[in-house]
């Protein structure tokens, strides 16, 4: 049996494996960046109202977990409070680093203006968040088939990241309530090879040989970012806190 006979008898061999070839091509190919617009932003974009604002502030977030940073969190929290369009964030955790000095070159005359005696905002709520667990491999799945040579194999792995707001009365400093978010990270494995076996096997099985080893194998990984995860449990947070608080 001829090349050209191989490939009639066996075109879903040919055209899977081009087919993967070219999956894994564009999976990895450069792409624009776009701004954020993920199911967590649209529940908090759903909400945007103009109008007055309520001032809060986070001075910033506490992490328990050392995998995962602070900083990046307070961030993030800051932006989400911001895409409501019920809260103006008074900046405290940067503070001296702009507002301040810019009060200060103000008072030395070196700016226009009177920035430099008006009073800051007083902020309504102050809000403390905490990074309060981290988990990796909760829970694992792994598992494979085999039918004539041909190997499909595929794994899956629960882990998961958890957050933790309180609610502060910035006047009298009690914690008037709090909200905690836990989400699941997506992480799957799946993997195919040997199709050259198969292909001589199913060859075998019609009594003809296969003047050729062909081989294909194909594996696809997905795994869901730590960052990824935890804005979308702050973006769920901030939700639950602007229904809360948003409106009073």
Known sequence: MGRCGV?????FLVC???SLSLSAGAA?????????????????KSLRKKGAKKVVTIYEFRSGVPEVGARAATDMFTTALIKTGYFAVAERHRLNEGVMREKQLNTSGMTTGGGGSVKLAAASYIFEGTISEYSQDDEATEGGITVGGMDVGG??????????????DAENGLVLDSVNVRKP???????????GKLAQSIAALRGKNIPLDPDASISHSKKESVDRALRACIEAAVYEITKRYGEE
């Open 7 to 11: 490939l009639r008898s066996f075109p």
């Open 155 to 168: 794994r899956g792995a629960e882990s998961s990241i958890g957050v933790d707001i309180r609610i502060i």
């Open 185 to 195: 990270l997506e992480d799957s494995k799946k993997s195919v090879s040997g199709l």
């Open 16 to 18: 899977l494996a081009i």
């Open 28 to 44: 990895i190919a450069e792409q624009d960046p776009v701004v954020d617009n993920s199911r967590t932003t649209k529940k908090l």
